[in-house]
């Protein structure tokens, strides 16, 4: 299985969507935790790094301009 490649500041989307309805996050703070903020009320969370990469869909937006997928 591919490993999903992502970086600091971009917009992921993840596969259950936040409580506020908008299931985008910015990843804000990457290490064996990440923290990722919702880009629709900017409440942010912590999570363990095997739990983000198992929940997340795909790269909506990258920091450095081009799309992944």
Known sequence: MERKVFGLGDVVLMKKPHPCGTNEMEIIRMGMD???????????????????EKNMKKVLRSAAGETKE
């Open 34 to 52: 990440i923290r990722i903020k919702c880009t629709g009320c900017h409440h942010s969370v912590l999570i363990p790094r095997a739990k983000f």
